[in-house]
Structures are given as structure tokens and as C-alpha cells.
């Protein structure tokens, strides 16, 4: 998950370095050349080793271009970080990720990068990685986030409509996947009769791990929020991305390449997704209103993506309320998360009222109180 830090106040963001990791980019390319020469079982040169300036918070991901007998391939690592970077999330299970990038290329049409190998071991590179094939395409950026600049911006609003639409659809066809409570067993909410209240505890544990001795009063409320309005019926459990959104697609000609980031997947109701996917261009929305900035507020309309991914199932949408509240609470957790790793580091302050350490406080307040949706469209 990407989750740069953007102010929402003042003037927009420029892009800053937020990953921290101790790992030496020589030595690392020297230790990665060995364990791929001992895996292809042939000599090999480094041609390009990279780490992208939009690295974020969660995996670490490094561009390479590499050749053995005779052949130039394009790879892309995904390696687990090290504690000293104070990662957001407390577990990092890339052989998860793998297996199921692997399934959902196998089982559907949802384009995914081609997957190499997966190292479990620390010996190679003293965390777990994996390799996949290098994709070519365009990513809706988050620093600047897409609404304030970039090619989303810039591009038409007929080959934004085509963006959302092929997305959505793209959504569908995860949900679509049969069998997805056998299939994917390995996941979060894997074995469970309610993989809903499984996820909805999975994001409890990770806000008693990520705030230590703080309380956020806000984010409490939430949760008491959501089980006094528990959906009486939870619907069909399906592989949830997890964490669904257009920063987290590859285009090309506004069509999905490449689905990426699948390392918040689990079992739950599709709901969990399209909620997700709404809010998180909200979050952003939001954002350009306290800015004064025009942003996108046609894009991703909840009325558009419900239309469209009903268009695309078969089956209708339920609980979407409940879920864009999950959805805000969801991504309080992790934005107080990424606020204190920025303490942790320098880059800020703690404040005085831990509310404060979720950015989107007013809105989780609104969606909370049922008043959010009246003001925004």
C-alpha cells in the first residue's frame, strides 16, 4: 500500500522521500546478482538496479534489468522491510501476495504481473522478496496525488470515464473468481464463518499494535459505530484485493495492465472493495476542497461505480454505507499509523489531541454522524 503523507493545509504536496530502510543499494544488488546467477543456474549481469522515488511505506520495490544466457529481462523485487524502517504494518506476508497473484492470473482474466520466484529465506538479501516480470504502463500518482496533477488530470474526460469503467470492471472480475472462500483459505478471513467481522477484528488488533499507550477517541467511535450497525446480512464472500484503487493500477491507453499491491488481500464481502475504491478518490477530493483546487469530483462517483460494478456482477451492491464508514475508519488506522512513523522520524510532531493523527478526522466525523454524503454529491 502506498500512503504518502499529504498535508491538508496550505500549499499542494511536493514529493518527498518517506521510505527509511538501512539496506545499502550496492550491497544489495550484489547479493540479489548471486542468488538469481544460483537460481537460473547461469552467469549474470546487473544492468539496471533502481529504487523508484515513489517507493512508499510498505514493501520495498526496486526496478532491474538483468541478463543471463544470452537474453535482457525486465524484472521488478518486492522485498519485505526491515523493522528499522518502521514499517506500517506489523506482518509482511509476501508468500501470501505471491500465491495469490499467482491464482488470480491462473483463474481469471485480471491482468497481473508475471511472476518469477519467491524467496522466503533471509539468507539472500536478510528479508523475504519476491521477483515478478516488469510491466509497462502508468500509474495514477499519489505524490501529487492524481486530482491535483498528472496524467488523470490532464487527460480527457471520456478517457477518464473508460479509466473508472475498465477498473471497476477489472474489480468485478476478482469478485468473480469461484470459489474463493477454498480457494484463497490461506488469506485473512480464510476458515471463518464471518470473514467480515474477521477483517473488522484484523483492523482492531492493528490499531491496539500501531497506537501504543495513545487512545484516538474518533477512531473508537468508529468501531462502536460499526457493530451497532452491523449488516444483518453480510453477502457473498470473494477474494478482496483489499486494496483497491486506480494508484494501484497500471494503464496503458486507460485500460488496466497490471493489478498491483495485493498485500492487504483477504476474504470478505466485495462491498469491502468498492468501498475502498470510492473513498480513497474521496480522500483525495477532500483534499483539493480544503486547497481550493478543482480536482476530479466527477470521478468515481459512488452512484457511477455502483451502476457500473452492478452492470458487471450481476448482483447488487448492499451495505455500501456501512462499508464507505469501514472504508474511512479502515484508512484512519493506517494514516495515524504513517503520521507517527513520520514522528518516529523527524518529519513531524506529535499533536496535541490524537485525533489529530488521522488526517481525514472531519470526514470519518461526518460519515460517522450520516451528514458526509449530503454536502459532497
Known amino acids: 500500500m502506498t500512503t504518502d503523507p499529504v498535508p491538508t ?6 514529493a518527498q522521500a518517506i521510505t527509511r530502510s538501512d539496506r545499502d543499494p550496492a550491497e544489495t544488488r550484489a547479493d540479489f546478482a ?47 522491510p526491515p ?5 506500517v504494518f506489523a506482518d509482511y506476508r509476501l508468500d501470501h501476495q505471491f500465491e495469490t497473484m499467482r491464482l488470480v492470473g491462473e483463474l481469471s482474466e485480471v491482468p497481473v504481473p508475471g511472476l518469477r520466484w519467491l524467496e522466503n529465506s533471509l539468507d539472500a538479501l536478510g ?7 516488469r510491466v509497462d504502463g502508468l500509474v495514477p500518482p499519489d505524490n501529487l496525488p492524481y486530482p491535483m496533477g498528472g ?24 469478485h468473480a473468481i469461484p470459489n474463493a472462500a477454498s480457494t484463497f483459505a490461506f488469506l485473512p478471513g480464510g476458515g471463518t464463518e464471518s470473514p467480515l467481522r474477521a477483517h473488522v477484528d484484523a483492523l482492531a488488533e492493528f490499531y491496539r499494535w500501531m497506537r501504543g499507550d495513545l487512545r484516538l477517541p474518533l477512531v473508537e467511535d468508529g468501531f462502536a459505530w460499526l457493530e451497532a450497525n452491523w449488516p444483518a446480512d453480510e453477502g457473498p464472500t470473494v477474494l478482496s484485493w483489499g486494496d483497491s484503487r486506480i494508484g494501484n493500477t497500471m494503464y496503458r491507453d486507460f485500460d488496466p495492465v497490471a493489478v498491483l499491491d495485493w498485500e492487504m488481500a483477504a476474504l470478505a464481502p466485495a462491498e469491502v472493495d468498492l468501498a ?10 477532500d483534499i483539493c476542497a480544503v486547497m481550493e483546487m478543482p480536482g476530479l469530483p466527477e470521478m468515481l462517483r459512488r452512484d457511477d461505480v455502483v451502476a457500473i460494478y452492478e452492470a458487471a456482477s450481476g448482483r447488487t451492491v448492499a451495505n455500501l454505507d456501512w462499508h464507505l464508514v469501514y472504508a474511512a475508519l479502515r484508512h484512519a488506522v493506517v494514516m495515524a499509523r504513517v503520521k507517527m512513523r513520520a514522528i518516529h522520524f523527524g518529519e513531524d510532531v506529535m499533536p496535541e489531541d490524537p485525533d489529530d493523527l488521522v488526517m481525514h478526522r472531519v470526514a470519518l466525523r461526518q460519515l460517522i454522524e450520516g451528514t458526509y454524503w449530503s454536502h459532497v454529491g
Open 151 to 174: 496524467w488523470v488530470l490532464d487527460a480527457s474526460p471520456e478517457d477518464r470515464v473508460r479509466l473508472v469503467e475498465r477498473t471497476v470492471q477489472t474489480l468485478a472480475a476478482i
Open 276 to 285: 475502498w475504491c470510492i473513498f480513497l478518490h474521496r480522500f483525495f477530493e
Open 9 to 14: 493545509t496550505g500549499q499542494p504536496p511536493e
Open 34 to 80: 548471486e542468488w538469481l546467477a544460483a537460481t537460473v543456474g547461469a552467469p549474470v549481469e546487473i544492468i539496471e538496479f533502481v529504487t523508484p522515488e515513489s517507493n512508499g511505506m510498505s514493501s520495498d520495490t526496486v526496478l532491474v534489468t538483468a541478463a543471463w544466457a544470452g537474453t535482457e529481462h525486465r524484472l521488478v523485487i518486492r522485498i519485505a
Open 127 to 133: 528479508a523475504p522478496f519476491f521477483v515478478m516480470d
Open 83 to 87: 523493522p528499522t524502517a518502521m514499517p
